[in-house]
C-alpha cells in the first residue's frame, strides 16, 4: 500500500498522537465523563488507521501487524470474562459482581471494576476495528498478486 | 426541540433517498453519511452525550474504509436497475406497502406519547445507580454492572464478525 504526499505524512505526525492519548483519555476516565470503552477504543483504532493511511505499509509488515492486533482482541476479551468470573469465587457468588471497594464518588480510582472493564473493553474494541481494517488491506495487496 | 428533531430526520430521509439513487457511488457514500451525522445532533438534542460519542466515531471510521473502497474499485454501478414498468413488481410492492402501513398504523396508536415512556425498570436504576457501583457515569454504571451481561454479549458479537471477516477474506491459506 503506497502512502501519501509530504503534506498529509507531517500533519499526520503531528495529529496521530494526540488523537491516541484522547483515546486513553476517554477510556479512563469513562466512569466519571461521557465515553467509556467502546468509544475511546474506536478512537485509539482511528489513530492506527491514520498512520497506516498516511504512510503506506508493505505486505510482511502488514501481515505482522494483523498477527499482534489478534492476539491482542481474543486476549482482552479473555481477560473481561476472567474478570466477571473472578465475581464468582468471593462474596455472594454472583457473575458480574463488583467486589472491588468502592472508593468516594468522583474521583479518578473509584467505583470498583468498571475501570478494569472499561480499559479491557477498550482494547478489545481497538484490536478489532484495527483488524478488520488490516483483514481489508491485506485482501486488497493480495488481489493484486 | 421536536421541530428541530423533525427538520433532521426529514433531512436524514432525502439523504438516503440520495444514496439509493444517485449514479456516481462516491456521492451515494457521502449521503449515507448524513443519516450517520444527522443521528448525532438527534442524540445531541435528545442528551445522550454517551451514545453521540459513539455514534460520530464509528460513522467517521465507517465512511473513510467506504470512500477508500470507492475510490479503489469503481465509481459506478455496474449492474443494471430492474424494469420499473413490470406490471408484477409494481402491483406486489404497492400490496406490500399497504400491508406495511396497516400494521404501523395499529402499532402507532398503541405506543406511549413521545419522551414519556412507562419503563417499570427506569425509576430504580437512575435513583440506586450512583450509591451502588459508585460511578458517577450513570451510563457505565447500567452498561457494566447491571447490564453486565448485554455488554458481554456485544464484546463477543465485535469478536464473531472480526473472525468472519478473517475467515471470508483470506486468499490464500496460513501455513
Known amino acids: ?145 | 426541540m421536536e421541530i428541530a428533531i423533525a427538520i433532521i430526520t426529514g433531512l436524514m430521509i432525502i439523504g438516503a433517498l440520495y444514496a439509493i439513487h444517485a449514479k456516481d457511488l462516491l456521492s451515494a457514500v457521502i449521503a449515507c453519511g448524513i443519516v450517520g451525522y444527522g443521528l448525532v445532533i438527534c442524540f445531541l438534542l435528545l442528551k445522550a452525550p454517551d451514545l453521540a460519542i459513539v455514534q460520530i466515531v464509528v460513522e467517521t471510521i465507517t465512511l473513510i474504509i467506504m470512500v477508500a473502497v470507492v475510490l479503489d474499485s469503481s465509481r459506478e454501478e455496474k449492474f443494471s436497475k430492474p424494469d420499473p414498468q413490470g406490471y408484477v413488481s409494481m402491483t406486489l410492492s404497492a400490496l406490500i406497502l399497504g400491508v406495511m402501513l396497516y400494521f404501523f398504523i395499529i402499532s402507532v396508536s398503541s405506543l406511549d406519547e413521545f419522551g414519556k415512556s412507562t419503563l417499570r425498570m427506569a425509576g430504580p436504576y437512575i435513583e440506586g445507580a450512583t450509591e451502588k457501583t459508585g460511578s458517577a457515569n450513570l451510563v457505565t454504571g447500567v452498561v457494566f454492572d447491571f447490564r453486565g451481561y448485554d455488554t458481554l454479549g456485544e464484546a463477543t458479537v465485535l469478536v464473531t464478525a472480526v473472525l468472519g471477516v478473517l475467515t471470508i477474506l483470506r486468499i490464500k491459506g496460513k501455513k
Do not use: C
Not at chain 1, 5 to 28: C, E, P, R, S
Open chain 1, 1 to 145: 500500500m503506497k502512502g501519501m504526499t509530504t503534506i498529509v505524512k507531517k500533519t499526520t505526525q503531528l495529529i496521530a498522537g494526540m488523537v491516541f492519548m484522547y483515546g486513553i483519555y476517554v477510556i479512563i476516565h469513562g466512569h466519571l465523563t461521557p465515553g467509556g470503552g467502546f468509544a475511546g477504543g474506536v478512537i485509539l483504532a482511528g489513530s492506527f488507521i491514520l498512520l497506516i493511511l498516511a504512510f503506506g505499509s508493505d505486505f510482511v509488515k502488514l501481515m505482522k501487524e494483523e498477527t499482534g492486533s489478534t492476539l491482542y482482541e481474543n486476549l482482552a476479551i479473555l481477560t473481561v470474562l476472567l474478570l466477571a468470573l473472578s465475581g464468582l469465587l468471593l462474596g455472594t457468588r454472583i457473575f458480574f459482581m463488583n467486589w472491588m471497594p468502592k472508593g468516594t464518588l468522583g474521583q479518578l480510582i473509584s467505583a470498583g471494576m468498571l475501570p478494569l472493564y472499561n480499559i479491557f473493553v477498550g482494547i478489545e474494541v481497538a484490536a478489532s476495528i484495527l483488524t478488520i481494517f488490516l483483514a481489508l488491506v491485506i485482501f486488497k495487496e493480495e488481489m493484486k498478486e
